[in-house]
């Protein structure tokens, strides 16, 4: 129909982690984080008002949404309602080529394309700054997807008052020095995951001894990360990510009751990254919260990394993705 606006999103995958709230309705985190933006697994929303319509409609691959994946939805849409003054129902149409729940980071994707399209639709006028924050209350890591190549969610002043510390998170381009990596994600299981990471960052923040450590570790990441990406070092980006990492099992591992998300797979592949290492090339894993393992590497190196990780991913299969664009508006 008239009047619908499309805007296309990619997932991101982090280098340093963003694993725990500290305000779980405006979705303040309790360390910045910084990703890569991928240039696959779009994903596509068109968005359109409906002044006659007395509920919104919400439409997932073809399917209506249902349940808690429609109430995000509709509930971010309010938010934009508010924001604009405007009572409008949508419907909204939302196309993703990506493993839903699985550790792919679909929602970043989907809720960086649907905070363009929904801004968009109901006439804000925002900044990529403002947009990545609108992002944010659909779900953290959805605000480094409005940004292509690398970015950084900044935590902000999340103890100040409500209004200043929703102003102050938000993620920036990160500068980069002459670096053209790819990942080579390993899907050695595309189900759905038996604990959603909220829950999972919720219960690790309450209960595990590791959590402050690991927290203080990752702000020190952060700004090795920062250096290593400026002077393109691969290796240094490489290492600091394979241990932020690590670092963040780590915290889910030591919860009460313990989060495992990596599976005897997700250990074969990261055995095969060892490999890699100890034969001279340069990969190292990142996992986020499901079993599937992103190897970082050199452009080069791309194809024989996928070729030893889908060998030690039995029966998985393997993407490699470069560094893509931010979230976007596109013509029908
Ligand atoms: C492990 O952004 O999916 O992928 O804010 O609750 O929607 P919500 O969580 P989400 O968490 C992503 C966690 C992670 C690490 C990361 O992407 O930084």
């Not at 309705?25 to 890569?36: D, G, I």
């Not at 999340?158 to 390993?186: F, K, N, R, W």
């Not at 050199?298 to 024989?304: E, I, S, T, V, W």
């Not at 029966?315 to 993705?321: K, L, M, P, Q």
Request: net charge negative; proline share 5%; glycine share 8%.
């Amino acid at each position: 129909g008239a009047n619908g606006v499309t805007a296309v999103a990619q997932p991101n995958i982090a280098l340093i982690k963003y694993w725990g709230k500290r305000d779980e309705h405006l979705f303040l985190p309790w360390t910045s984080s910084l990703s890569m933006t991928l240039d696959i697994f779009p994903t596509t929303t068109r968005v359109h008002l409906d002044a006659e319509a007395t509920d919104d409609e919400v439409t997932f691959n073809g399917a209506p949404a249902a349940g808690e994946e429609r109430r995000r939805i509709t509930g971010f849409l309010d938010l934009v309602r508010q924001r604009a003054g405007l009572t409008h129902r949508a419907v909204v149409d939302t196309r993703n080529t990506v493993p839903t729940g699985a550790g792919l980071a679909s929602s970043a994707g989907g809720f960086a394309a649907l905070a363009v399209a929904a801004a968009t639709a109901y006439g804000l006028d925002l900044d990529d700054t403002g947009l990545s924050r609108l992002a944010r209350r659909g779900s953290g890591s959805a605000s480094r997807s409005i940004f292509g190549g690398f970015a950084v969610w900044n935590a902000g002043t999340p103890t100040a008052p409500p209004a200043e510390a929703d102003l102050s998170s938000y993620a920036e381009p990160v500068p980069v020095g002459d670096l053209d990596p790819a990942l080579v994600i390993a899907v050695v299981n595309a189900g759905p995951k038996d604990v959603s990471s909220r829950a999972a960052m919720r219960r690790t923040v309450e209960t595990s001894p590791l959590f402050e450590p690991w927290a203080a570790s990752s702000r020190d990441d952060l700004t090795e990360m920062r250096q290593a990406l400026l002077r393109a070092d691969l290796d240094a980006v490489g290492e600091i990510a394979e241990r932020n990492s690590l670092g963040m099992h780590a915290t889910m591992l030591s919860a009460r009751p313990a989060v495992r998300y990596l599976s005897p797979a997700s250990l074969t592949v990261l055995d095969s990254v060892l490999r890699l290492r100890r034969d001279g090339i340069s990969a190292y894993a990142t996992m986020d919260a499901g079993p599937n393992v992103k190897v970082l590497c050199r452009r080069a190196d791309a194809d024989l990394v996928a070729e030893a990780v889908r060998a030690a991913a039995a029966g998985g299969t393997v993407h490699i993705a470069g560094t893509g664009q931010g979230a976007r508006l596109i013509d029908e």
